[in-house]
């Protein structure tokens, strides 16, 4: 039997742990009801040291506040400036109270939420971690349009998720092509070697015959030692790097920590050619199984054994270029349809 409080009701509890942190702030990404309440929120440090905490933060979006400070564009919606110490009489950890309760929505409309732990100085001690749990109330609103809403773009009926294992050079045509959109269209894929980027030639590639600039990375085994996620267009004769709010990292550059969404920063406007991943065009394409298999049918090598629709789609690519020494595993990656403007 739940608890209600007026027209909330269910006691939510989340604990995360985070990755290994060196710098003076952490990221959490948390699983979380997308529309409720915040209680309480604490903090300790399994690696135990004195660590003195300035402020905490919970914010709207994740991404955007890594990009710089976004607070005239209300990223913070909720900021308690009282120092803390996580002495080790109290078991290195820190409590906030939040009251009354702090109704929160995440921006992208997806099931997080985030919060950033500023310290005093750098984490001193080596592959120092933090265990951080928040409490709260689940929302029960009359309508379920926002509280049950994911934002996952149904629409895009031709979106396609392909992943290019050890792929040569720039991404070329080296390498094993895997076409996994089935199973990153699935809410639980899992952690089996379908889906993992455990080298910097490993690429996910995201491509729709409409421009999609928000992708949610389902996170099944989380890095903890992976640098920052890169992301890449096709501009129609080469890839070139864009700017990437990324909230699936821990610390600024430590991508891959946390389920999250990316996000191609201005990417909708700019210069983005769609085609097809065919070798024969470009020596930077991969080879996309559909378009081997058309090509096939199209020279009579292969018999058509159904009807199946093979546009010309806007492509972005993912990896990580520096220092992926463990193995990732993904569980999904979806579009995201965008809620907000900046």
Known sequence: MSITYGHFSGPLS???????????????????????????????????????IDNLYILANGAHERQGDFTALDEY?????????????????????????????DKYGRNYLHIKIDFA???????????????GRKASHASLLNTEATSVDKTVTNYRVLLGKGQAGNGGT???????????????????????????????????????????????????????????LWN??????????????GTAGSSLRYSGVVEGLGIGSSTWAATKFDPALNILLPNDPNTVYENQILAGTAPALGFFSNPQRFWTRYNVPVNVPDVTFLKHVLPIAEKYFL
């Open 14 to 52: 989340v604990t995360v742990k985070s990755g290994n942190v060196t710098g003076a702030a952490v990221y959490f990404t948390i699983p979380w009801y997308n529309a409720s309440y915040i209680d309480r929120i604490r903090i300790y440090s399994p690696s135990g040291s004195t660590t003195a």
């Open 77 to 105: 919606i909720y900021i308690d400036g009282t120092d803390k110490a996580l002495a080790s009489g109290t078991n290195f950890s820190a409590q906030w109270s939040v009251d009354p309760g702090l109704y929160y929505e």
């Open 121 to 135: 100085a750098a984490a001193s001690v080596t592959h120092q971690q933090f265990v951080i749990t928040v409490t």
């Open 174 to 232: 080296g390498g094993i092509i895997t076409d996994i959109t089935n199973y990153a269209r699935m809410a639980a894929f899992g952690t089996t070697a379908g889906i993992a980027i455990g080298a910097t030639n490993d690429y996910i590639y995201v491509g729709s015959s409409v421009k999609i600039d928000h992708i949610d990375f389902g996170v099944g085994t989380a890095s903890t030692s992976c640098t920052a996620l890169q992301g890449q």
């Open 236 to 249: 129609g004769t080469a890839w070139s790097t864009f700017t990437l709010l990324d909230n699936t990292a």
